[in-house]
Structures are given as C-alpha cells and as structure tokens.
C-alpha cells in the first residue's frame, strides 16, 4: 500500500492546515487486526505487535515530536499526538495498516436537554416512588413485579462521569446499614481522578435510566439492581477524544461489563469504531449507542451508531412520536446499505439523576439509549446466555411498531417494549387463590392469597359484596352477613384467566338468633 494511502481523508485536511512543529492526535492501526485482545494469548501477542513502534514513538518523543503515547488493544492500535514529519514516517512503516485522525467526540443531547429541574423530595425511602413517565411507557414496572429488576448484570456507563454519591446511585439496596455500592468500577481518563465524580451531569443523568433506585423521590431506572462501571471520557464541557472512548470500551469488556452504554458520538466515520464495535460483541458484550441528535435528515446517525453491529438507539416522545431531532438513516458503510436506527426509546424531557441528589427533565437520543441499556440487562438477568444477536432479534420483535410498516429509518423497528423483550410468559396464567378465614362473624376481615400459576403481572379480585381490589394478596373486610362470591381475574403478556368459587366466604351475623337466616350473595 502507498504510504499516502494509509492516512485518513480527514488525517490529510488536518495535516495541510497543520505547522510543521504541532503535534496532531492520531491513531495508529496496526496490520494486524485479528489478535483476540481478550484473551492472555492474544494480549501477550499484541503487546509483542506493539513494540516496536511504541519505541519509535518513545525516541521522538525524547525528540519533543510525540506526546501522550496510548497503546490501545481492542483495536490492536497506539494513540499519539504526532509532528507532520513523525506521521509521514509512520505512513512509511510495514507494519502499519492505516493512521487516522483522533477525532474529537461529544455527548450527544447537550444541545438538547432542558434544565427544568424537578425537586428532590424528602419523601422516606420506603414510599413508593412516582415513576419518570419513560419507565411506564415501555413497561419496566411488570418485569419487576416478575423478580426481574437488573440484579447480576454489570453496565458500563462512559460518559462524562458519575455523581456515585447521589442517593439513587450509591447502593443497591437504598440501605445505609449494608455495604452494596451500586458503582463498583471507575476510570477517568480526562483527569485521572480516583475517585468518581461527574463535572457536567450528562453520566450521572445517563446513569439514572438505567439504574437509579428512586430513593430520593423518582424512579428513574429501568433496572435498578444493576450495577455500574463508569469511565469519564468526556470534560465538562462535553468533549473527548476517539482513542480514550475505544480505550474506555476495552476496559469496560475487560472488567467485566456485560453491556456498554455510549451516548456519543462524531458525524465524521473512523474504521477504528468498526474493529471496536465488532470486537466488543465477539466478547459477548452488548454496545448500545446513541442514534444522535442531527435529525430530521436522512443519513445522519453517528459514529460509532453508524457500526451494523451496534444498538443504535432513536428518541420518541410521551405519544410515541419520534422525536424531531432524533439522527435518521440509511447508513452506507464498507459497501453496504442498511436501514438505522434499530430501535427507539423515550427521550423527550426524561426525567432522571443529576449531581448534588437531584432530578432534572432532559432531551436527547443520550436519553433514549439509557432505556435500552437497561431493558438489555433485565433481559440478561432473565436469560444470563443471551447473546449479542439474538438480544438485538428479541428488542426488535418486541418493539412497538411505529411510523411505516417494519423497520425503517426514523423509529428504527419501534418502540422497546421491556416487558415483550425480557419475555418469560410463555403459558397463559392459570388463577387460583386462597383465603384465611373463609368464614367468622361480622366483621369479618379476610386476607387473600394468589396461588396462580404463569407467572401474572396483574391481579383483579371481586370479592362478591361490590368491591374490587387489583393488588397481588390483598386483604377485604366484610360488614354485613351473607355467603359471597369470589372471583380472582390474573393476566400476563399471553392472556388472562379467572377463577371464580361461588359462596366461599361465608359471613355471620355478630349476634345470631333462631330463626334468622343469611342472605347469600
């Protein structure tokens, strides 16, 4: 290959506006890019690969020609900041593939939040909590009531930090005499703090969707038992660099995630992002990417949205109406055309987490992402083998299908839906019940027991005397004699079935006399 060849279009604008003494951020890819990074092998193999012109680097540098020296393995890769004469060099080494510019990289839904900030309330932790609207609206809520709320499943969060300290955010439990922190990992690879912190809010908002517990007064998250891994990729005002957002997926597949949730992005392309996308779902680990907010345009989605592999995630609002910002397809990338976004989710004036234990109403395909990341880890709770692929199939089958028929360019194939995606209710319910006691004197308070089978996600009692009740084991009082009807109607995602016993709760009066007879009902 010709040493012009190997750089990027955008690397070449760069360079003929560029002095020969500054130094211009690069990556530098590596011919080989089939070495199974994750593995000891292949991290040993790349390490090897990486030698010699990390030592290269490491003599101009000495040279005042190189700076900030990332070797970068998912992508068999090193980072540098370069003089035009150090690149033109590298161009001409054997044992590069192709050098392209670090891009800088920004949150997406910056220029789209809102800044009406909801209180925070003051409400004990054991209160139920209001849920943000988004919660509802792909039905969260009856996964829950299933057992499933993200309990195992590790989410890697890169973003511009996390405030782990805000009450929804720093355990799992909301109790302050057991040790479960719900944060579990942090880099930060802007300033190399050790501990977590979040200078602009972005991550800490991201973070909420997917897992705030609601102790402060709103539930947030779509699944509050995860636990977090974040990396601060991002500064305060929002920006970054390419190589430090590949750099935080490697490590995010390296400790453990089992899903990254990335709401960034660049309009221009970078091949890094394919082998970075492509690698991270070869380890099994899913990569939920904001679509971006450059919409209504056609062809307007992000890098590394862009990748056929990643989730790409639109933004719908309470009427499920795609949002007018929300970054529209096709994609053509490496000769093939294809229709993104894959999905969509809430992400008009969503309500979540904000630094210092408060809320705020923000906009943004970043919004939107955050629901499927956490709808991805219900489903993985449910079913812990599930792979990259066929968690996509599942979000896509499930979706409520919006806009034309199928999947197409604005919804993507619609709108999540948590409770079809994570799935489970493969038999209609079968209601059944009982009761202690079936029969006493008036008044007579009876708790019922749902003993159904297929797994309900609603209940409705009529308990015979006008009176209904849609809680799971509810208890009734009744005040006048008589023998009442009872009837338990269950319902899941398959169907309904009702269980009726006619006369079975049987009450007398307080004072019973000859010759005084019960009235049924």
Same mark, same amino acid.
């Given at each position: 290959?010709?040493?012009?060849?190997?750089?990027?279009?955008?690397?070449?604008?760069?360079?003929?506006?560029?002095?020969?003494?500054?130094?211009?951020?690069?990556?530098?890819?590596?011919?080989?890019?089939?070495?199974?990074?994750?593995?000891?092998?292949?991290? !040993?193999?790349?390490?090897?690969? &990486?030698?010699? +012109?990390?030592?290269?680097?490491?003599?101009?540098?000495?040279?005042?020609?190189?700076?900030?020296?990332?070797?970068?393995?998912?992508?068999?890769?090193?980072?540098?900041?370069?003089?035009?004469?150090?690149?033109?060099?590298?161009?001409?080494?054997?044992?590069?593939?192709?050098?392209?510019?670090?891009?800088?990289?920004? +949150?997406?839904?910056?220029?789209?939040?809102?800044?009406?900030?909801?209180?925070?309330?003051?409400?004990?932790?054991?209160?139920? !909590?209001?849920?943000?609207?988004?919660?509802?609206?792909?039905?969260?809520?009856?996964?829950?009531?299933?057992?499933?709320?993200?309990?195992? +499943?590790?989410?890697?969060?890169?973003?511009?930090?996390?405030?782990?300290?805000?009450?929804?955010?720093? @355990?799992?439990?909301?109790?302050?005499?057991?040790?479960?922190?719900?944060?579990?990992?942090?880099?930060?690879?802007?300033?190399? &703090?050790?501990?977590?912190?979040?200078?602009?809010?972005?991550?800490?908002?991201?973070?909420?969707?997917? /897992?705030?517990?609601?102790?402060?007064?709103?539930?947030?998250?779509?699944?509050?038992? %995860?636990?977090?891994?974040?990396?601060?990729?991002?500064?305060?005002?929002? !920006?970054?660099?390419?190589?430090?957002?590949?750099?935080?997926?490697?490590?995010?597949?390296?400790?453990?995630?089992?899903?990254?949730?990335?709401?960034?992005?660049?309009?221009?392309?970078?091949?890094?992002?394919?082998?970075?996308?492509?690698?991270?779902?070869?380890?099994?680990?899913?990569?939920?990417?904001?679509?971006?907010?450059?919409?209504?345009?056609?062809?307007?989605?992000?890098?590394?949205?862009?990748?056929?592999?990643?989730? %790409?995630?639109?933004?719908?609002?309470?009427?499920?109406?795609?949002?007018?910002? !929300?970054?529209?397809?096709?994609?053509?990338?490496?000769?093939?055309?294809?229709?993104?976004? @894959?999905?969509?989710?809430?992400?008009?004036?969503?309500?979540?987490?904000?630094?210092?234990?408060?809320?705020?109403?923000?906009?943004?395909?970043?919004?939107?992402?955050?629901?499927?990341?956490?709808?991805?880890?219900?489903?993985?709770?449910?079913?812990?083998?599930?792979?990259?692929?066929?968690?996509?199939?599942?979000?896509?089958?499930?979706?409520?299908?919006?806009?034309?028929?199928?999947?197409?360019?604005?919804?993507?194939?619609?709108?999540?839906?948590?409770?079809?995606?994570?799935?489970?209710?493969?038999?209609?319910?079968?209601?059944?019940?009982?009761?202690?006691?079936?029969?006493?004197?008036?008044?007579?308070?009876?708790?019922?027991?749902?003993?159904?089978?297929? %797994?309900?996600?609603?209940?409705?009692?009529?308990?015979?005397?006008?009176?209904?009740?849609?809680?799971?084991?509810?208890?009734?009082?009744?005040?006048?004699?008589?023998?009442? %009807?009872?009837?338990?109607?269950?319902?899941?995602?398959?169907? /309904?079935?009702?269980?009726?016993?006619?006369?079975?709760?049987?009450?007398?009066?307080?004072?019973?006399?000859?010759?005084?007879?019960?009235?049924?009902?």
């Amino acid at each position: 290959m010709n040493s012009n060849d190997k750089i990027s279009t955008s690397l070449s604008s760069k360079i003929a506006e560029t002095s020969a003494s500054e130094q211009i951020p690069v990556i530098i890819l590596l011919a080989d890019q089939h070495i199974a990074f994750n593995t000891a092998n292949g991290k !040993s193999q790349i390490e090897s690969d &990486q030698k010699n +012109i990390i030592k290269f680097l490491e003599n101009e540098k000495s040279n005042n020609k190189v700076k900030e020296i990332k070797p970068i393995k998912i992508v068999n890769a090193v980072a540098a900041s370069v003089t035009p004469e150090v690149l033109a060099s590298l161009a001409e080494r054997p044992d590069v593939w192709k050098i392209e510019l670090d891009e800088v990289v920004s +949150i997406i839904g910056q220029s789209e939040t809102s800044s009406a900030e909801i209180e925070a309330s003051t409400t004990p932790q054991n209160t139920i !909590s209001a849920n943000a609207w988004g919660i509802d609206k792909i039905g969260a809520p009856a996964v829950w009531q299933r057992g499933i709320n993200g309990k195992g +499943i590790t989410v890697a969060v890169v973003d511009t930090g996390i405030d782990a300290k805000h009450p929804d955010l720093d @355990d799992l439990d909301d109790n302050a005499n057991t040790n479960d922190p719900k944060v579990v990992g942090w880099i930060d690879y802007i300033n190399s &703090q050790s501990s977590p912190y979040d200078d602009h809010g972005h991550g800490t908002h991201v973070s909420g969707t997917i /897992s705030g517990t609601g102790a402060n007064g709103v539930q947030t998250g779509v699944a509050p038992g %995860t636990q977090l891994i974040a990396a601060k990729v991002f500064d305060a005002y929002g !920006s970054g660099y390419s190589s430090d957002v590949i750099l935080a997926f490697e490590w995010a597949v390296n400790n453990k995630a089992r899903i990254i949730s990335y709401s960034g992005g660049s309009s221009s392309h970078s091949s890094a992002y394919t082998t970075t996308i492509n690698n991270v779902v070869a380890a099994g680990v899913i990569p939920v990417i904001a679509a971006g907010n450059s919409g209504p345009g056609s062809s307007t989605i992000s890098c590394p949205g862009d990748e056929i592999n990643s989730f %790409t995630v639109g933004a719908t609002d309470s009427f499920d109406v795609i949002a007018y910002f !929300s970054s529209r397809g096709p994609v053509t990338l490496d000769g093939q055309t294809y229709v993104k976004p @894959d999905f969509s989710a809430p992400g008009v004036s969503v309500t979540s987490t904000v630094p210092g234990g408060g809320y705020e109403a923000w906009s943004g395909t970043s919004m939107a992402t955050p629901h499927v990341s956490g709808t991805v880890a219900l489903m993985l709770e449910k079913t812990p083998t599930l792979t990259p692929s066929a968690a996509k199939q599942k979000l896509e089958s499930t979706a409520v299908d919006l806009g034309s028929v199928g999947k197409d360019n604005d919804y993507g194939s619609g709108r999540i839906n948590a409770s079809k995606a994570v799935g489970g209710d493969t038999i209609l319910p079968v209601a059944k019940f009982s009761a202690t006691p079936t029969s006493g004197k008036a008044p007579l308070t009876v708790a019922f027991t749902d003993k159904s089978t297929g %797994t309900p996600t609603k209940w409705k009692w009529t308990f015979g005397d006008g009176t209904t009740s849609t809680a799971k084991n509810p208890k009734h009082k009744y005040l006048v004699e008589g023998n009442y %009807t009872v009837s338990l109607k269950v319902t899941n995602d398959v169907g /309904s079935n009702t269980k009726t016993v006619k006369n079975y709760i049987k009450v007398t009066p307080t004072n019973t006399r000859p010759g005084i007879y019960s009235k049924n009902k």
